[in-house]
């Protein structure tokens, strides 16, 4: 590991010069013009990956974008590790924000700034940076078996991955999932996400008078949608912010102590995370920290509401109809379903008189917990804190849903690590989307350890 | 008044034929295009009046449309009526709705149908055919003084009627007001309209985060603008439908048992009614009938809400803000600007911590309740039953505000009669307005009575 190690820190600067280069292509999967660059960009991965040596290098096509599949079979005998990434980025408008152009990469104050440099190119970059170390800094192989797959269609809801998952079945057998598409807690604190919300989403429609009606003329002798909705929507929570819908909390997962401690030993500032919203307070369900109420705690907000006048000025109607979008953000073990049927029971339970009201159920996705009991857990603690100059690895989670996630842990059925390199204000999918250098640098001797610390674990 | 009356049968379809001729020209006073056609109708108008040999007939240029004024100073020593109407006309989109074109008047079924026919062209041209019956069917001249001013803006708020009130109050110095631009109660039942609601519409704004921001990082940790808009709009009302503002129902005038049974004797149907609005139930304020509730009780409805996201889908995020258009109907004695003040302390007392909630006053109106006790509302009562077969003539409200009402009583001082012609479902401001053929016979008939009853009546 010295020999793999130096290697790291000597060809530090080349590195990132080599990720300057793919990010220059911009992998907008998005935009249907971008098309053509989406290809190149996939082929970009796939020489490199060629480059390197890879028993297997390919553009795996699908429905959609193409994915790129690769794998080093270096080690019989010992376990096998799926690489997830992927190589699309997000669009850049407002592009009149950026302070560097988007795909002309430019380092600053030890950040590279460039769409796409954490999200994801940057993390994809640093798995193949470590296998580098090992082929050409080490003995000249992996201590373990390799598998890469960096989809192309993350930014757009991975629509063909279950696709692929399903075609390459095979393939991707592995023992073990890595996914480096997360962020740590902070700045130089190695940190494992083992936790998803899901998300169950609706919309609740009121419907009155068949038309909008003159408030003058019908103000008071019918029933107004818009205050219904209001009405409704206002039951949901009680004054200490809980969900009111009978049976929500039934599967709710108790926090345990040692959860809640964890929790609440990590270095987590309220003020620093609200600055982040430009909210004004940190609020929510009584008896919980902040940090509980958005990773272990389910939730019910409005989206988003629509009734009636909304342009300038004065327009005197009972709206016809009012609607709202609702998402619950779900925590082990609820489901969307049982959420939905709940939540529809509950909301014509609460629906007054004179108004028609339904509940459309839009989409859903399960929450993730990770197996956090299983050893390969400790294992990756270790390789990443080693790497991080002996800092603790945290668990944490994350209070949104990464649908993937589950995509792959369903599809694989094995332990997935959660094991990302980016910050959370790294401007992920905003202009002047920026890469800690430190960071990338000590990723690769991340996932570095962690290749070596599978190697001394048992093939399961 | 046999006489009078008699030229009134005898020259009924002639009556019809003029106003067909009137109602050709599309007086459209909200599409600038029309501007042309206003003056016409304007004079068209004017020479009617002029035609008749108004000792004064001229069109009153104004900052907007032209109003156009008249007077007969036939009976020194007696009283002085001021008739009020409006020869402008609502658009008529959706054009594609209408059964015949809107200009282009068509009788159907004892109904004439055309843009403007009820509101207001046939309701002045009633006016000037009983004048016309008295004049050329009577002795020549009429039994009182009298005026009319006819605006050209009616449709569009009225905004320069004031300024015409105020430049000629010399001009129009009466000692009694009529206004005919309102419906009877049903068809055949002769109604004076001695109440109106007035109105204060306010916006509610709910400022949270400084963006949209991610439901899934921050939802159950600060406060979401829209549920805590609606928490604040579900608690202005009580389970039994009552405003909970304090002080909201201080200056209400509680309905005297007369009045109460007054409208209980109006032959009024829920499901009538309810079929107009298309609504499903009669609801509103517990303790108090349907016209009790929409012409004397005040009200609070929201005509408009906005927050977040309100495409097609799903987006998961907690919206910035969150804003609701609120108009209240006010009765005697509210004013809007108590009320304002009333409603703008109680939402901020109901805004939950971690918002910030603002209320804006948009406009506001008084609300009217005739002076009955006047003899006049006897009179007319009177005038209006004789030419409806001895029918007897019933006091109704309107839940709706008209603000060129209150322009008019407290510019003149003087009883203000809501003597009205139309009916409630003849589609003034839709496509296929139509009017009651016979209403409209009959409303000459009234018309020419109460000229004839204010003849004996004393000059105040």
């Known amino acids: 590991m010295q020999d793999v190690l130096g290697y790291i820190d000597a060809h530090r600067e080349r590195f990132v010069r080599e990720l300057v280069e793919w990010v220059k292509i911009p992998s907008i999967s998005a935009l249907p013009a971008h098309a053509p660059d989406m290809l190149r960009n996939a082929e970009h991965l796939c020489a490199a990956l060629a480059a390197l040596g890879a028993d297997r290098a ?70 193949l940076k470590a296998i580098e170390a ?127 401690d964890e929790i609440a030993s990590l270095p987590h500032d309220d003020a620093a995370w609200l600055a982040m919203s430009g909210a004004r307070a940190a609020v929510g369900e009584a008896g919980f920290s902040t940090l509980e109420r958005i990773w272990c705690r389910p939730t019910l907000d409005v989206c988003g509401l629509t009734s009636g006048f909304q342009g300038e000025g004065a327009k005197t109607i009972i709206p016809a109809t009012a609607s709202a979008k609702v998402s619950c953000r779900l925590v082990p073990d609820q489901t969307p379903d049982e959420i939905g049927r709940l939540l529809a029971e509950h909301v014509m339970r609460l629906a007054p008189p004179g108004v028609k009201v339904e509940v459309v159920t839009l989409h859903g996705g399960m929450p993730y917990l990770a197996p956090t009991s299983h050893p390969v857990f400790e294992v990756a603690r270790r390789a990443f804190s080693k790497a991080f100059g002996g800092k603790p690895t945290v668990f944490i989670r994350e209070g949104g849903s990464i649908p993937f996630v589950r995509t792959i842990a369903d599809a694989t059925g094995k332990p997935c690590l959660l094991m990302g390199f980016g910050q959370p204000d790294e401007n992920a999918h905003a202009p002047n989307e920026w890469l800690d250098l430190e960071n990338f640098h000590l990723g690769i001797k991340s996932a570095a350890h962690l290749y070596d610390e599978l190697a001394k674990m048992v093939t399961p």
């Open 134 to 260: 090992f082929l050409r800094g080490g003995g000249g192989k992996l201590p373990i078996n390799l598998k890469l797959i960096v989809e192309g269609e993350e930014e757009v809801g991975s629509e063909h991955l279950g696709d692929v998952m399903r075609e390459h079945e095979e393939l991707l057998r592995a023992d073990y999932v890595c996914v480096s598409d997360t962020a740590m807690f902070g700045r130089g604190i190695p940190s494992l996400c083992v936790g998803l919300r899901g998300l169950a989403y609706f919309e609740v429609h009121v419907s009155g008078p068949s038309g909008d009606v003159h408030s003058g003329s019908f103000g008071g002798g019918i029933a107004n949608p818009a205050n219904a909705l209001a009405r409704i929507l206002a039951r949901l929570h009680d004054d200490d912010g809980h969900v009111t819908i009978p049976g929500f909390y039934d599967r709710v997962r108790v926090l345990t102590q040692p959860e809640k």
């Open 58 to 127: 390919e553009v795996l096509t699908t429905r959609g974008h193409p994915a790129v599949f690769a794998s080093f079979d270096h080690a019989p005998g010992k376990p096998t590790l799926l690489v997830y990434g992927h190589h699309d980025v997000q669009p850049i408008d407002p592009l009149g924000e950026w302070v560097s152009p988007p795909f002309e990469p430019a380092v600053r104050d030890g950040r590279l700034y460039g769409r796409g440099v954490v999200d994801d190119k940057g993390q994809v970059w640093i798995h």
